[in-house]
């Protein structure tokens, strides 16, 4: 199978098939992960799943985990307490998980609820009346972000810094056993939430760093807004997420995962290495 459209529209509709097969065991609405390192296409292949199962008559709600950050004040309230690297959104700790809770929690009951908005280009919350309002009964809501289902890393392996960041600001591992105790935690137990996780798998952390560069250059920036991060920039905001991103590569935290080509094509659908 060649051409890259139909490995799309395959692994499209294989994807939703395991949705539609999820819903109908559980019998109630779910909740269903998407993970994937940045630009992975994450957010393109949320809005494609919910379209194709809302064609088939069950209504989706996507939400992407980015748009439950803390806000800039809170994240530099955190990284004055904690530890100077908390104030970049990103990693675990730097996401509002009791707002995540709740506003699934009113998704799956049906009930009227405000979507909280993230605003990249400003990095932070989008202010309340911005947000937007769903109402009514629910068949899936699908969560997309970068580190769905992480699990902590086990000690041994936060001793070395991973990267030049860790080395030069997180010599004593202050940062990182911070996000790896908040992944045994609060986000694990979310996590254990998820009717299904799905996850699109990089071929390795090299690709990242340049699908994340596009994505900076792609994204709409309000009038007020920075300018784009450039490419040196764009380097070390990924150093944040690579100790995770390069786990998840070798944990595989999901029950179905497509494995993508540099060019951000599936060509692959299996289960975990250690299913």
């Not at 779910?30 to 088939?56: F, M, N, P, W, Y």
């Not at 307490?81 to 709740?102: E, K, W």
């Not at 990095?123 to 769905?148: F, K, N, Q, T, Y």
Request: with cysteine; glycine share 8%.
């Amino acid at each position: 199978m060649s051409d890259p459209q139909d490995r799309l529209a395959i692994g499209d509709a294989l994807l939703a098939a395991a949705i539609v097969a999820t819903l109908r065991r559980a019998g109630r609405p779910i909740l269903v992960g998407l993970s994937g390192a940045q630009g992975s296409g994450k957010s393109h292949t949320g809005r494609r799943l919910a379209e194709l199962l809302c064609d088939q008559g069950q209504q989706t709600v996507v939400r992407s985990l980015d748009d439950f950050y803390l806000t800039r004040a809170e994240r530099q309230t955190l990284a004055a307490a904690v530890h100077p690297l908390l104030a970049t959104r990103g990693v675990p700790g730097t996401h509002d998980i009791a707002l995540l809770m709740q506003t699934v929690d009113a998704l799956l009951a049906g009930d009227t609820v405000a979507l909280p908005r993230f605003d990249k280009t400003i990095d932070d919350r989008a202010d309340r009346s911005e947000w937007p309002v769903h109402a009514g009964p629910v068949d899936v809501v699908l969560i997309e972000g970068w580190c769905i289902g992480a699990r902590a890393q086990p000690e041994a392996m936060l001793a070395a810094p991973i990267n030049a960041l860790e080395r030069a600001e997180d010599s004593a591992g202050r940062w990182r056993r911070f996000v790896n105790d908040r992944l045994a935690g609060d986000y694990a137990a979310f996590n254990a939430r998820y009717d299904l996780r799905l996850m699109l798998r990089a071929p390795d952390f090299g690709c990242v760093l340049g699908w994340r560069a596009e994505q900076e250059r792609g994204l709409d920036r309000r009038p007020d807004a920075p300018p784009p991060m450039d490419d040196a920039a764009v380097g070390r905001f990924i150093a944040h997420y690579e100790r995770i991103t390069r786990w998840m590569l070798e944990d595989e935290p999901a029950d179905l995962i497509a494995d993508l080509d540099a060019e951000r094509m599936p060509y692959a659908w299996r289960l975990p290495q250690s299913a």
